[in-house]
């Protein structure tokens, strides 16, 4: 039995939320738990949209890569 390790080059995540306050919440302790396996945030990418109820969501895609 062979058993290999990789290292995470990049990856992206997604986060929404109702309250703009607790989507930053959600990005900051995701970013501490990737910088504990290394990765940075390169890019932050952010929208607002109505959600099926008219009510207003906040999302966020955010891009960790490794330095």
Aim: glycine share 4%; no cysteine; charged share 25%.
């Amino acid at each position: 039995m062979s058993f290999q390790i990789e290292l995470i080059q990049d990856k992206v995540e997604f986060f929404e939320a109702y309250v703009l306050k607790e989507l930053e919440r959600k990005i900051e302790g995701k970013i501490e738990q990737n910088q504990a396996i290394m990765l940075h945030v390169h890019s932050v990418s952010h929208a607002v949209a109505l959600d099926g109820k008219g009510r207003i969501i906040y999302t966020a895609v955010v891009h960790f890569k490794a330095k």
